[in-house]
């Protein structure tokens, strides 16, 4: 969570009166209504940094849609983003992919419009870095952060790597999905090419080329938060309530 239980802005909570509790954080109304004196609990602002890794690679940008997942990505990062600002968490972020994106937490507005404007550039033929940026990244975390992924998962062992990184830190996946990936049209066998290594390989029609359930099992056994956004369907309802209930819900856009 990005917020406790301490003396703050927002009240969480009234709870039985312990020896050394100050006397101003008493709860008349309730004192009064059970007559046993109960004090009152407000959000306490932790300034947990908040690193953000988003996935630049080719298969992100491929997309049978009119919004990719690229797209979408950022949308939901940029919003994410001014929402840990808005609890004073700073921001970081790593670009996935090839190019060179390391933007140091900060708690600076600016900054992050700063990299989403840079980020709207894209290529065609970007591989994934997913997984050596998370195993670059973990070393240098010297304190408990918040990271919030915004990947398609298609690298093999992205989910291993983030099991690895939840056992230290709070981690959040914002799984994207193009309806193509979750059924190929058509029956039989075919033949297609990976976008972002140009690797051909034969898949079965009907199929989905991803097995969600087996991917939302094993993230969910390492100890890591899931969600899955189809770029063609409604999401922000359930993005709210998803980090509403791990704390991003004030504020986030």
Not at 5 to 12: F, N, W
Not at 101 to 112: E, F, G, I, T
Request: charged share 25%; net charge positive.
């Amino acid at each position: 969570m990005l917020f406790r239980s301490g003396s703050g802005i927002d009240y969480v909570q009234s709870r039985l009166y312990q020896a050394g509790d100050p006397i101003k954080s008493i709860d008349w109304r309730v004192t009064a209504r059970s007559t046993k004196v109960h004090v009152k609990e407000y959000e306490a602002q932790r300034r947990i940094p908040a690193w953000f890794l988003i996935d630049t690679s080719a298969s992100m940008v491929v997309s049978s849609l009119a919004r990719s997942k690229y797209e979408l990505a950022l949308h939901v990062a940029g919003g994410l983003a001014l929402a840990c600002l808005d609890r004073t968490s700073p921001v970081g972020v790593i670009g996935c992919g090839e190019r060179e994106l390391h933007v140091r937490p900060s708690l600076s507005k600016n900054l992050v419009l700063q990299w989403l404007l840079r980020m709207r550039r894209h290529a065609h033929d970007e591989r994934t870095q997913l997984v050596r940026r998370i195993t670059e990244l973990r070393p240098t975390l010297t304190a408990r952060s918040i990271i919030i992924v915004c990947s398609d998962l298609h690298e093999p062992g992205a989910v291993h790597a983030l099991a690895l990184l939840a056992q230290q830190h709070e981690v959040a996946v914002v799984q994207f999905q193009d309806p193509s990936e979750l059924l190929v049209a058509g029956g039989g066998f075919l033949r297609a090419q990976q976008a972002e290594t140009g690797r051909t390989f034969v898949a079965r029609g009907h199929r989905p080329l991803l097995d969600g359930a087996q991917v939302e099992a094993d993230l969910r056994r390492g100890g890591v938060d899931h969600m899955l956004v189809r770029t063609d369907q409604p999401f922000v309802h359930r993005l709210r309530q998803f980090f509403k209930a791990r704390g991003l819900g004030r504020g986030a856009r």
